[in-house]
């Protein structure tokens, strides 16, 4: 794909596995039927059929550096690191239109989760499923009959059970049709859309795992802060982009969120943040309310910690291809898993 932005910055290749700057190597290990929907996706691509644009960072800065070419799937996809701000970002990206058909038709559920996805998420639906989010709201804000609870991006609903069970009013919605109704199906109110078809007004707001694909993050925070009750709080959780910086990259993901940029834009939609921590070992969480001062907060000199850290990255993966190359990569490895996080 061609980088149509103004001020773009080339400095080699900082991520290093060639499989993100390669096409047809994907990272991640894909059934023939992934396969065969990455390669569909990418001829649409490449004959221009699927649009793209290029936009200003949530910063307003338009200086970027280059970090890869294709996603872990092996999509085409540029990713980008904003210089000003250090926020990692994909970009081009798809239009809004495209983006909407993209989840709408389910072609994101096919390369992501293979054709018999809806099988696979039948087994999602069990109380412990979405237990970790109901328990960090549950210390913020009791969770009984009379609170109403909103799911943006929920999927098939399934984390909203534990909800369901403690008597509260539970509402998901989702862009998946087949979703929507598989929900439906295990007695989950559902309904299909996106955060601009929100209505009413709501206790709790979940966004699991979603934030990360929205276009406009702080127009649509500032959406919901419109559909919250007095007191209603907005739990949010996103992939922490410092755990897993190499193999997370996806077309999916808009936005890769740090602990420090994930807490400024936030702020910057006017969230004041009351709870946050660590969500499934490797992402994060926070929980917010309203508040048209949330606070001060900078980014000043984050772009220079991020690609430090991104450089940091390639060196150790450089080392390990290096030991791998003269046999002393799993000796090695063994040695740190048994001595230095042993002490940590």
Known sequence: MDIEFIGVSFQGRILPFDELHIPGKPIAILSPDQDKAVLEFNTK?????????????????????????????????????????????SNPR?????????????????????????????????????????QEIHKVKEVKSGVSILEIGAGGGWNLIPFRDAGASVLGVDY?????????????????GDAASIEGQYDVVIMNHVFEHFLDPL???????????????????????????????????????????????CIKAGLSCVAQGPAEQYHMFGIFRPSPAAGPSSLDGHGRQVLKFLKHVRRRRQLRLWMDSIGIGQTAMKLYRKFVIKMD
Do not use: W
Not at 112 to 121: G, H, I, Q, T, V
Not at 231 to 249: D, M, T
């Open 45 to 89: 691509v490449q004959k221009k059929e699927i649009h793209f644009e290029s936009v200003a960072c949530l910063c307003g800065s338009r200086r970027f550096i280059y970090l890869a070419g294709y996603d872990r799937y092996g999509l085409s996809q540029s990713t980008v690191m904003c210089e000003d701000c250090g926020l990692v970002q």
């Open 219 to 265: 127009g649509t925070l500032e959406k919901i802060r419109m559909h919250l009750k007095p007191e209603g709080i907005v739990y949010i959780a996103v992939p922490n982009f410092f755990n897993f910086p190499l193999n997370n990259l996806q077309n999916a993901h808009v936005y890769y969120f740090d602990p420090r940029t994930f807490a400024h834009y």
């Open 94 to 134: 798809m239009t809004p239109d495209e983006n909407a058909r993209f989840y709408s038709s389910d072609t994101y559920r096919k390369i992501y989760n293979s054709a018999d996805y809806l099988e696979k998420f039948e087994t999602q639906y069990s109380p412990r499923h979405g237990l970790h989010i109901f």
């Open 176 to 192: 998946s049709p087949s979703l929507v109704e598989l929900g439906k199906a295990h007695g989950i109110a559902m309904k299909q």
